[in-house]
């Protein structure tokens, strides 16, 4: 028995603690914790490039239970610290994957050893190669669907990875009607906003979001009386990051606009409130929507493909083009396409039992804990690793030297990868895979250039 083990008694509640840092990835930290009863929980927010402003993390906050209180604003070199300090038996890890790596590598040297648990904030369909590499040597990865569990089970085999899988209702998502959902019961009186879900990466090229930014026009001059409200996730004026760089703004795209077209930064909750209806292509806002009883219409204008990260959708009864986006043709996603995807029963969502069951284990001495090892290229590699993630807040001698001298090696690598593995089964071009066995498609740069408002 440790030491904290022999000086709390065994029936005190559980202590569970998150890091995160980007948007996406607090909101998704706040929620799954916040949902968690009786237990003490802290949030640490991890000083990153990518890291919350206190306006985003204030908005994703918001309906998780937790306060401003619960939060720790966290340096790099003192997560250690952190987590020792909340006594924490749970610490659930929710980052892009290279952080993901390099937390746990910090929290390796805690002791005792709190169980890992990690997962991805939205629709997880392709699970993909490297969400599940980073993650590799967590003891629990949180998935929120019965297909992805599927998915991630045939990824882990394929990949030849041992990694326990559980199920959670997508926490910013749960639904406002009993199971199961009564449509008509579940829709809120309707609103009479067309909001759009911006995002990113998806369309990513520029002509495909123009093509956007021309429908989400012809769409607000189409009823001067409705708004379009196209909802940003970061403000530019404030100097705000996402988790993902957007090369090609929609405030830039829609300069020339009509008055009803506009902007918002508010929760996507807020905007819901007033919604007619949700467009996206194929943003994890959509399953916030149909949650919260508001019709969608996920576009099908560019392809329903793994690389539009959309096919998740096929077969859902909510695809639309763009006349049905103009229109405001929304739909009602069908029952059976629910329940395979995000609107299980709550009594299936079984990881918080599963993640007792392994501070149980763990405090029995029966349960190994998951080291990460050290990487091929020794310390030089675990700087790169460190300086390449943190930026600028990583301020080692070490780190700027093998960031100059890694990067261009990891590019050549990477690229290599790439080119061998672009086509066939369980690659991008595979659409009827719900796996991907390559590499990502686009490296999203930590390092981002400079904002202008």
Do not use: C
Request: aromatic share 6%; glycine share 6%; charged share 25%.
């Amino acid at each position: 028995m440790t030491r904290r083990d022999a000086a709390t008694p065994a029936t005190r509640p559980l202590r569970v603690a998150a890091l995160a840092d980007a948007d996406s990835f607090v909101k998704w930290a706040a929620a799954l914790i916040g949902s968690v009863p009786d237990v003490s929980r802290h949030l640490g927010i991890v000083q990153t490039p990518l890291t919350v402003s206190e306006d985003q993390q204030r908005k994703a906050l918001l309906g998780t239970g937790l306060t401003a209180d619960d939060v720790t604003r966290v340096a790099f070199e003192d997560v250690r610290r952190f987590v020792e300090r909340t006594q924490a038996d749970v610490v659930v890890i929710s980052a892009r994957g290279p952080l993901v790596r390099l937390l746990q590598r910090e929290l390796d040297h805690v002791d005792p050893r709190p169980v890992i648990v990690v997962g991805l904030p939205g629709i997880s369909i392709p699970a993909q190669r490297g969400a599940a590499t980073y993650r590799r040597y967590a003891d629990l990865f949180v998935v929120h669907s019965r297909r992805e569990k599927r998915a991630f089970h045939d990824l882990f085999a394929q990949l030849g990875l041992s990694m326990e899988l559980a199920l959670a209702t997508l926490p910013f998502a749960h639904r406002e009607a009993p199971h199961p959902v009564d449509l008509a019961q579940a829709r809120r009186p309707r609103g009479t906003d067309l909001v759009f879900a911006a995002q990113a990466l998806i369309p990513r090229e520029r002509a495909e979001r123009e093509r956007v930014a021309g429908i989400l026009r012809d769409a607000a001059l189409a009823d001067p009386t409705r708004r379009v409200v196209v909802k940003l996730r970061a403000s530019r004026s404030a100097g705000e990051e996402e988790t993902h760089l957007e090369r090609d703004s929609y405030e830039d795209l829609l300069r020339d606009r009509p008055d009803n077209l506009v902007f918002s930064h508010a929760p996507m909750r807020e905007a819901l409130e007033h919604a007619e209806g949700l467009v996206t292509v194929s943003s994890t806002a959509a399953i916030e929507a149909m949650a919260f009883g508001v019709p969608v219409i996920a576009m099908d204008t560019f392809g329903i493909k793994k690389t539009n990260l959309n096919t998740v959708f096929a077969g859902s009864g909510v695809l639309g083009d763009a006349a049905d986006v103009v229109a405001r043709r929304f739909r009602h996603p069908s029952p059976t396409w629910r329940e395979q995807n995000y609107f299980h029963r709550e009594i299936d969502s079984t990881w918080w039992e599963q993640a007792q069951r392994l501070v149980a284990r763990r405090r029995r001495g029966d349960l190994a804990a998951r080291h990460v090892p050290a990487p091929r290229g020794g310390a030089l590699h675990l700087a790169w690793h460190r300086k390449s993630v943190l930026g600028d807040h990583d301020r080692t001698l070490s780190g700027a030297f093998a960031l100059a001298v890694g990067t261009p090696v990891a590019k050549a690598i990477l690229l290599a990868r790439t080119l061998r593995s672009r086509r066939g089964r369980h690659t991008w071009m595979d659409d009827a895979s719900d796996i991907t066995l390559t590499p990502a498609l686009h490296q999203d740069p930590m390092r981002r250039p400079a904002r202008t408002a």
